[in-house]
């Protein structure tokens, strides 16, 4: 019986190209006069730009990833305790950052240490404590440097001061920024997955109950005063939990040697899936990715099964992986990569340093945008060769 390899190609790619425009509309927000259907639609529109798809494609491929990694580590010898250990650690180390960087946003401007060198030294600490040291390094180096990590951490919480409605703060939760919301929904399905022993059923009726409560919010059916533990709003969970099963479904059909069925289950289910979000957007407060609506949901869970059903022929079926080897490391060192832009715009703003105006409007400002998102990657790519990546 055949068996999917211990990593998918198609994945990684999927996950680098994702990455590297992840880099790229973040820093495109800081460029003037660009197509409005480019950059980020507002809170009180129906509608969803370019850049509003990708972050849900980034939560869809952690789910694709979910059943191969614990799997793996399974093949490993990897007892369940274990298993349960590394699923909250690395849980644990995308909500401490994430918890890091959503404070990093209301750092007093006015503050004795400067917004940029606190960000610097943060990331920096990220680096020191997951750092994918080497064997052979000695474990008392490895300690103490992630030891002088936690020290920094703990450092820059102390002299913290934060801005909240115009009071005066200390360290506090208001959402758990990017890194978080992965944290919390890779634990919600990662446990699951791993509960459920990857039962197509016990998944199903999760992915209803998750879909259930995203609408139940937005037809006000569900009114909640705060987000419910863990879940929030149950968007991030269902896409997560929606790429848990995509791949739950190719490996059946690889193991079963159906691999023929794949195209039309996955072509039929991302037209399905886009076609839902457009049908059920009067009636559940439109297409929003900042208000995480069901429609939006539906629509990038459509898309990226459709992308990845692409490079499932392209990569993995017709191995064209050569043709993406430029951004290879955004799916290798894919932490490593989205940390990367805290370097760079961090040690500009600490020394004042400006791009020339030409750069910041218009094409050539998306240009300066792409440009440095291949630039970062290119970056940490020599830094894997290193052995300068994270890993958690």
């Known amino acids: 019986m055949k068996q999917l390899p211990k990593r998918l190609l198609s994945i990684d790619v999927l996950r680098a190209l994702t990455m590297l425009l992840m880099i790229f509309v973040n820093d495109a927000g800081s460029v003037g006069h660009i197509p409005k259907w480019i950059d980020h639609a507002k ?175 937005h037809i006000k059916l569900l009114v909640l005063n705060d987000p419910l533990p863990v879940i929030g709003d149950a968007s991030a969970v269902t896409l997560v939990l929606g790429g848990v099963i995509i791949s739950m479904i190719y490996a059946w059909l690889v193991a079963k040697e159906k691999t023929q069925w794949l195209w039309a289950i996955f072509s039929a289910s991302g037209v399905s899936l886009i076609g839902l979000g457009f049908l059920i957007r009067p009636y559940t407060e439109g297409i929003s990715k900042i208000r995480a609506t069901p429609a939006w949901v539906f629509i990038c869970m459509g898309i990226t099964i459709l992308m990845f059903e692409l490079f499932i022929y392209l990569i993995d079926i017709k191995g064209k992986k050569d043709w993406f080897k430029i951004i290879q490391p955004a799916g290798t060192s894919t932490l490593t990569c989205y940390l990367m832009p805290y370097f760079q715009v961090y040690l500009l703003e600490l020394f004042n340093i400006e791009y020339p105006s030409v750069f910041n409007f218009g094409i050539i400002g998306l240009m300066r945008s792409m440009a440095i998102a291949f630039i970062l990657i290119a970056l940490v790519g020599l830094m894997e060769k290193r052995s300068l990546r994270l890993k958690i």
């Open 43 to 217: 809170a009180n529109e129906d509608a969803m730009g370019f850049a509003d798809t990708i972050f849900p494609a980034f939560l869809f491929i952690v789910g694709l990833s979910i059943p191969l990694a614990i799997k793996n580590r399974l093949s490993k010898g990897d007892t369940n305790l274990q298993l349960l250990f590394y699923i909250f650690t690395r849980s644990a180390a995308l909500l401490i950052m994430g918890f890091y960087h959503v404070n990093l946003e209301d750092y007093a401007p006015g503050l004795w240490f400067p917004k940029a060198a606190w960000a610097l030294i943060i990331t920096v600490s990220f680096f020191l404590i997951w750092l994918d040291y080497p064997e052979t390094m000695k474990k008392a180096w490895r300690y103490s440097l992630m030891g002088l990590g936690l020290a920094l951490l703990i450092a820059m919480a102390i002299i913290y001061k934060g801005v909240d409605e115009g009071v005066s703060v200390g360290m506090h939760t208001s959402w758990w920024g990017i890194l978080g919301i992965i944290g919390w929904s890779y634990l919600a399905c990662a446990l699951i997955y791993f509960l459920s022993k990857g039962r197509f059923v016990v998944l199903g009726i999760f992915m209803l109950l998750f879909i259930g409560v995203n609408v139940a919010i």
